[in-house]
């Protein structure tokens, strides 16, 4: 019970974090609201933040020299806060909702750096693994509210969609309130953490890239699939979407039952579930084969998630383990930013109907798969990092 405030402060801070993505549910009324400005300059309001992010990833590290992480986390906050909350006053200015957007999209790398680190600094052993598992469940229920309120905000106006930032008040109390106040230099002083596993480091890297291109593919091509085969509209695709948010979230919040069955080889379980459904909607063309290519995505993400924030303590030990998240974290997002260009590669060689694509990410899935438990079939765990859980 001691350990309950930090995990609500915790999980409320990755409720909000991904709601720089809320203006995607508002593109037709934004850019209607600048008709003198070229469609893609409008359109970086959603691009721009990916890209900040991974400035505020390979920032924190460095920042980690003179601030705690319960400074930088409440700091990231307030800054998140005045973004979203100046995109809503000054939406008539392209430039200065353009200016809003890298400040909002630094902030939410930064917090996305931190908050596996608050998990790894606050918990230990399964509990650690139910906490992750918990708090990746909350990034994905998060974004599901945070869609269904905005979507009902820019019924009445486009920019009302930042209005949602006003929630992001509610984690900053929490983290101010509960977060340990011991600054990260002092933790450092106190215990032997100077160790660092290349091997691992690359693995996951390597497994957080591969995983982040073929999940983003749901993303470019759900839409593809349900209205270009006369499957749906938009409202439909939006709900299998929401549908698999929640399916995530529900999958991550039992995390630590699942990785006590699969051990190491459950990001060969996340490859294995993504890419068998993907095989199978891209086989069967229907309502069913999307809702399967969308289950497969989702259920892999539930796993992936909460696993690749466990793997950053199986890489390195306390003094290195913000430098290695960082990494780590910017390789995967490129990986979401690469997605797309992966896609189009392969459909030089098998054809751009959605099909096609699903059914090639979903042989590649399984290829990472059996990659993924190849490379698991030795001990993971550095020595140190096992010693470390064990006291």
């Known amino acids: 019970m001691k350990h309950t405030p930090l995990k609500v402060a915790i999980s409320a801070i990755c409720f909000v974090n991904l709601l720089y993505m809320i203006p995607s549910v508002a593109v037709s009324g934004m850019v209607a609201a600048f008709p003198d400005q070229p469609q893609n300059k409008v359109l970086l309001l959603l691009t721009l933040p990916n890209l900040t992010g991974i400035a505020g990833i390979v920032a924190e590290p460095w920042l980690e020299r003179w601030f705690s992480r319960r400074t930088l986390s409440i700091t990231a906050l307030a800054v998140f806060f005045a973004s979203g909350l100046a995109s809503f006053v000054l939406r008539e200015n392209l430039p200065a909702l353009i200016a809003a957007s890298v400040i909002m999209g630094a902030a939410y790398g930064m917090q996305a750096a931190l908050y ?49 930032f006003l929630a992001v008040l509610i984690p900053l109390v929490l983290a101010v309130l509960f977060l340990p106040r011991q600054s990260h230099s002092e933790q450092l002083r106190q215990q032997d ?18 995983f982040a291109a073929l999940f983003f593919m749901v993303n ?134 959605p099909a096609d694509v699903f059914r090639v990410a979903g042989m590649l899935g399984l290829v990472c798969a059996v990659g993924s438990a190849v490379t698991s079939c030795r001990p993971g765990v550095s020595l140190p990092a096992a010693e470390k859980e064990k006291g």
């Not at 974004?143 to 905000?153: D, E, F, I, K, S």
């Open 193 to 210: 953490g100077d160790w660092f596993s290349f091997s691992e480091t690359v693995r996951l890297a390597v497994e957080g890239f591969a």
């Open 116 to 164: 596996p680190l608050l998990v790894n600094d606050g918990f230990q052993g399964e509990e650690r693994s139910q906490v992750m598992g918990l708090v990746s469940g909350m990034l994905q229920l998060g974004r599901v509210a945070a869609t269904l309120v905005g979507g009902m905000l820019a019924r009445r106006g486009w920019y009302n969609v930042y209005l949602c």
């Open 220 to 353: 470019t091509h759900l839409s593809l699939y349900v209205e270009g085969y006369g499957l749906g509209d938009t409202a439909l695709t939006g709900l299998i979407s929401a549908l698999g948010c929640v399916l995530a979230g529900l999958i991550s919040t039992g995390f630590a039952w699942f990785e006590r069955r699969t051990g190491r080889f459950t990001m060969t379980w996340a490859f294995g579930i993504l890419g068998v459904l993907y095989l199978a909607g891209g086989l069967w063309i229907s309502l069913p084969g999307a809702v399967l290519c969308v289950a497969g995505a989702f259920l892999g993400m539930g796993l992936f998630s909460p696993n690749l924030m466990l793997g950053f303590s199986r890489c390195a030990g306390p003094r290195r383990l913000a430098a290695v998240t960082a990494m780590v974290l910017t390789v995967v997002n490129v990986g979401y930013f690469a997605s797309p260009y992966i896609t189009g590669f392969l459909a030089g060689f098998v054809g751009e109907s």
